[in-house]
């Protein structure tokens, strides 16, 4: 497997296309949105300080870099995320505001290993073989937390008239 | 996958992460910091000197003031005295707890009381006390779960004094009102003084 260094333009580039996608990655592990911007941001300052060589695709290094930094936070703020609740980090459409805050309800209650298969695969495009990579899990393994995840969204949201 | 999966897939594409903050937002904060404490040293002296004996307060307050977009007039000047620094300061967003942005949206004067909303630089306060909802029999009977979202209103101390419902299943409401107004939260300070804050939080009801 290559290791590279990122230069600033590239890591620049890397946030403004993956940002959304890694917060809200961020978002799933530690529920609270300025704590996720400060996990964001502190793995993209060390590329920009380029204190990290990357083994592989730039991309799942920055996923398993959020994911190992969220948990690190997760296990020295166990006691303030439990009802840390408010952090929203989805936009719905115009009108469909309160459909975002109870669809972000709905994925905090997934489990999550299988909430961040669906963060990938739908708002970060991935498909499974490449969702997979970047959290070192088979394509099999992604495909079927994927659907695990689908269909029990799709159980909570009922409610919207989304089954 | 079914063509039911794709519809709902449809569905969730409908929604979006949020934006999050420039890469080097801090940069930005800092430079804005040093820009008004370069300003306030220039002008607040030449305004001493232009008027005599007229309050220096008096323009920090409107500076402070200008920048949340407060509209407060000059009627707050009695109570402003030493605010403007203050508020300055913690704008740069440093850390502690909590980091409520210094524009409380019922600010009036230093005697009243002040609310912030969680949100962008206003982090939730911690929850103490957790009390979960009772399931009413009659809504878990009949199958009714989902998710109940509130816009609340905590108090200085922490309880919680105002909740409204904002999505609404009518069966639910109530014990969702019932077990948010026993939950209380660590007391929120903004320039070390206690403060409101408005909140949306979700209950769920989940049949087990």
Known sequence: MSTSQLDRKSVRTLYERHGRVLLAYAMSLVHERSASEDILHQVFMKLLQRDIAINGQPLHYLYRAIRNTALNYRRQHARELELASDGHWLEGPPGMEENALALQAALADLPDEQREVLILRIWGQMTFEEAASALDISPNTAASRYRYALAKLKERLKPLGKE | ?208
Do not use: C
């Open chain 2, 1 to 208: 996958m079914d063509r039911q999966d794709d519809e709902f897939e449809a569905f969730l594409h409908q929604f979006r992460p949020r934006k999050p903050k420039a890469l080097d937002h801090r940069r930005t904060w800092i430079a804005l910091g040093i820009a008004a404490a370069v300003i306030l040293a220039i002008v607040v002296p030449i305004r001493v000197v232009s008027r005599g004996s007229t309050r220096p307060s008096a323009s920090t307050s409107t500076l402070t003031n200008s920048a949340k977009g407060g509209g407060t007039d000059a009627t707050s000047d009695k109570s402003t005295t030493g605010h403007g620094p203050t508020s300055l300061s913690s704008g740069g967003g440093q850390a502690g707890p909590h980091r409520p942005n210094p524009t409380p949206s019922a600010a009036t004067d230093g005697a009243t009381t002040r609310r912030v909303r969680v949100g962008e630089g206003v982090r939730p306060p911690t929850k103490l006390v957790d009390v979960k909802p009772e399931y009413p029999e009659d809504a878990r009977a009949a199958g009714i779960h989902g998710v109940v979202i509130l816009d609340i209103v905590i108090g200085e101390d922490g309880s919680v004094i105002e909740a409204r419902v904002i999505r609404s299943i009518p069966e639910l409401d109530q014990a969702a009102i019932d077990a948010v107004r026993q939950w209380r939260f660590e007391p929120t300070l903004l320039n070390g003084e206690p403060v409101e804050v408005e909140m949306n939080v979700t209950v769920n009801f989940t049949p087990r």
